[in-house]
Antibody, heavy 123, light 107 residues
Framework: QVQLQESGPGLVKPSQTLSLTCTVS??????????WSWIRQHPGKGLEWIGY???????YYNPSLKSRVTISVDTSKNQFSLKLSSVTAADTAVYYC???????????????WGQGTLVTVSS | DFQMTQSPSSLSASVGDTVTITCRAR??????LNWYQQKPGKVPKLLIY???SLQSGVPSRFSGSGSGTDFTLTISSLQPEDFSTYYC?????????FGQGTKVEIK
């Protein structure tokens, strides 16, 4: 059973870069047909998809964050990572990693999700 | 972006009730619509994918329907563990977007 776990600093200063890693266990990040996403949730708010990456390194980002986001993959470690630059208080959120299941005829859904990690942007 | 609008934003119901939550897209998204349940402080859990397919392990009292622009999540015979927030999510087009959520509370 695939499990995901986020790791990284819980506190980041304004203007700095937020860096998180998601470690995948119980399965290979290089499995065909699976993409790997980052999703965030502002405190008490809804869900915002940040972007995804394929094991080949092909990534796609939400245009609303594209200028500040980089998602990368390390297949040797079965991990993928998120970097969000020039953070402000508005980037304070719980950040989740998730596996995307991509089916041509039925769409894309997220399952499973990591436990989530709260990142606070504050000086 | 494909904006998804859920209604109601919240509702109160009793154990045993049947509850219906609606998700509407501004333009057709075919059946590329998923539903998630999130309990307070917990991780979102996939309930329904492709509008009407029940995720493995999810109780059969949950069902989804709809296509095009209008979708519904129905919970039959509401159980105590179903009091949560529910989100729809479209995958018709990137960026993938979620509805604002519907909180189901105990009456």
């Amino acid at each position: 059973q695939v499990q995901l776990q986020e790791s990284g600093p819980g506190l980041v200063k304004p203007s700095q870069t937020l860096s998180l890693t998601c470690t995948v266990s119980g399965g290979s990040i290089s499995s065909d047909g699976y993409y790997w996403s980052w999703i965030r949730q502002h405190p008490g708010k809804g869900l915002e998809w940040i972007g995804y990456i394929y094991y080949s390194g092909n990534a796609y980002y939400n245009p609303s964050l594209k200028s500040r986001v980089t998602i990368s993959v390390d297949t040797s470690k079965n991990q993928f990572s998120l970097k969000l630059s020039s953070v402000t208080a508005a980037d304070t959120a719980v950040y989740y990693c998730a596996r995307d299941i991509h089916m041509v005829t039925t769409g894309i859904w997220f399952d499973p999700w990591g436990q989530g990690t709260l990142v606070t942007v504050s000086s | 972006d494909f904006q998804m609008t859920q209604s109601p934003s919240s509702l109160s119901a009793s154990v045993g009730d049947t509850v219906t939550i609606t998700c509407r897209a501004r333009q057709s998204i075919s059946s590329y619509l998923n539903w998630y349940q999130q309990k307070p402080g917990k991780v979102p859990k996939l309930l329904i994918y492709a509008a009407s397919s029940l995720q493995s392990g999810v109780p059969s009292r949950f069902s989804g329907s709809g296509s095009g622009t209008d979708f519904t999540l129905t919970i039959s015979s509401l159980q105590p563990e179903d009091f949560s927030t529910y989100y729809c999510q479209q995958s018709y087009s990137t960026p993938y977007t979620f509805g604002q959520g519907t909180k189901v509370e105990i009456k």
